[in-house]
C-alpha cells in the first residue's frame, strides 16, 4: 500500500501573533471581504509571497531554464487575471494581498451581482448553489481563472436558478449598497483603532501636588529707642 500521504499546511502564520497594526488591519479586511478566519488571509499572503519569491528569484537567473520558469510564472498569473499580458517579473512584485482576494470565488460571485453581499456570497458557496465550469465548488477562497469565471453560474436545481428569487437582485444596486455598507463599516473600525490608539499614546494624568503651607514665622518686635535708654541707665548705675 506504501506510506500515507503527508498533508503539509498551505500556508504560514505570522511570526508574532500580537502585531497590533497587523491585528487591526485582519480586521479590516475579514469585514471587507466577508472572512470568517485569518487562516484564509494566511493562505492568501502565502499564495503572494510564493510567487513575490519566484519573481526575485527568476529576476537574476539569466540562464535558459530561468527563463522557461519566469514564462511558466507569468502565465499562470495571467490565467488567473492577476497580471496583464505584457507583464513581467516587475509587476508580480507589484502586487498585493487585496488582488489576490478579489480573484477568490466568493469576491466574484458578489462583484457579478449574483448575491446581496459577501456574507452571502458566502452561504450559496457552502450550500452548494454555486458551479464552476459544471462542478460544485464549496470553498469560497477557491482561486478563479478567467476562463472559470466566464463559467459561472446557478446550479440548474437550484431554486436560485429562478431570476425572480427575492434574493436575486439587481447586481449594480446590490453592489452599490454593500460597498456603502462596508464604506461605514470599515471607516468605524479604522475611527475605533486610532481612538485607542490615541487613548494609549496619551500619558496617564498625575493629580498635581498640594502645596504645603509656609510656615508661619513669629514677629519679633522692635523695642522703642526710651526703652533701650531705660536699659542702659540702670546698667551704668
Partial sequence: MGDPKRFRKKYKTPMHPWNKAAIEEEAVIKQEYGIRRKKEIYLMNSFLKRYRDIAKRLSIDTTAQGAKESEASLNKLKRYGLLAEDASLNQ??????????????????????????????????????????????????????????????????????????????DPQEAIKQEAEKLRKETEELKKAAAEKAAGEASPEEVPEPKAEAAPEIPEVKESNDNSKAETAEVSEE
Fill in 92 to 169: 508580480v512584485l507589484a502586487l498585493t494581498l487585496k488582488d489576490i482576494l478579489e480573484r477568490r470565488l466568493q469576491s466574484i460571485v458578489f462583484r457579478r451581482g449574483m448575491s446581496r453581499s459577501m456574507k452571502q456570497a458566502r452561504q450559496f458557496i457552502t450550500h452548494r448553489h454555486i458551479l464552476v465550469s459544471g462542478k460544485e465548488i464549496t470553498s469560497p477562497a477557491y482561486l478563479l481563472t478567467l476562463d472559470e469565471e466566464a463559467a459561472l453560474s446557478f446550479k440548474e436545481k437550484s431554486s436560485l436558478a429562478s431570476e425572480i428569487h427575492p434574493e436575486r437582485v
